[in-house]
Each structure stands twice: as C-alpha cells, then as structure tokens.
C-alpha cells in the first residue's frame, strides 16, 4: 500500500468510495459530504484551495483503497479542517486510516495552528480514533460548518 496524493484519475473511485461508505451507515442524507458538489472532482477542488491537499492510499495495482485531506476551515483563526476520511470496508482495521491522519497532521502543522473535523456519534470506531490523536470533543460545531447532519465535532492543536 502507497500513499499519495491525489489526481484526476482518482475521483470517480473516491466519490464512490464515500458514497458507499455513508449508505453502509445510512448517512446518504442531506447534510453530510455524500451531497457535496465537489465530491465528483476531489482532486481539482483540493488543488485549487490554498494549503489543502488530498491524499489517497492505492495497492499494489494503483487501485484506490481510500483517502482524506485537509483544507482551510477558518483561515482568520489559521484553522483547518481534516476532510472525507474513508478507506473501504475490505482493508479496514489495517492500520491505513491511522496512516493517512499522520500524513494529513504533519501537513496541517505546517500551514495551521488547530486542526477541526466534523463527524457523526455513530460512527464510533472513528471517534475513538480521533481522540487517539488526540483531537479534543467540542460541544457545537464551530461556525462555517456546512455539513449540518454533522452531530459530533473535534479540535486539536497542532505543535
């Protein structure tokens, strides 16, 4: 398994990737990255935003497995925001979600002081991993958030 970033050939494999993921959980409703605009075309949106990247890890046949990025959240507050992590269900538990965190981190540190992620309560094998990276519980979304389906939020401080 390879991680790197992501190009144009890649988005058709993610947008699926995540569609299917948040219908395994029901969570194809309004409010959540299933229905964002940009999900068809990962790649262009990430290169076209200041300091963001996405990231995705591909087997041996250059096959994507997953991914996850990091773009400006409040730029005011030099916050970012870790964005759309999803690896498909045969590589889970893997390691490889833990993986590209490390690769999203060390590039957020270089560009942002907090690191800021919205997710779902249900999702709990995520959430136990988001605080192993020690990223901090909020108890509202901060504001600019635009995924209002969101029902559990985090921060961490990246030094």
């Known amino acids: 398994m390879e991680i790197r970033e992501m190009v144009e ?36 949106f990430y290169q076209q935003q200041p300091s963001a990247k996405y990231w995705v890890v591909v087997n041996e046949h250059e096959e994507v497995m997953g991914g996850v990025g990091i773009a400006p959240f409040d730029q005011e ?24 965190i490390t690769v999203a981190l060390n590039f957020a540190k270089k560009h942002y002081t907090y690191c800021y992620l919205e997710t779902m309560d249900k999702l709990q094998i995520a959430n136990q991993l ?22 559990t939020w985090y921060i961490k401080e990246l030094s």
Do not use: W
């Open 77 to 100: 507050k030099n916050i970012c925001e870790l964005q759309k992590l999803y690896i498909i269900p045969e590589v889970q538990g893997r390691g490889l979600s833990k993986k590209l």
């Open 9 to 44: 050939k890649d988005n058709q494999a993610m947008e699926r990737i995540i569609k299917q993921s948040l219908e395994s959980f029901s969570l194809n409703i309004s409010g959540t990255a299933y229905f964002d605009p940009q999900l068809g075309r990962l790649a262009q």
């Open 130 to 151: 988001y605080s192993r990276f020690g990223f901090k519980q909020l108890d509202k979304p901060m504001e600019a958030s635009e995924h209002n389906a969101c029902d």
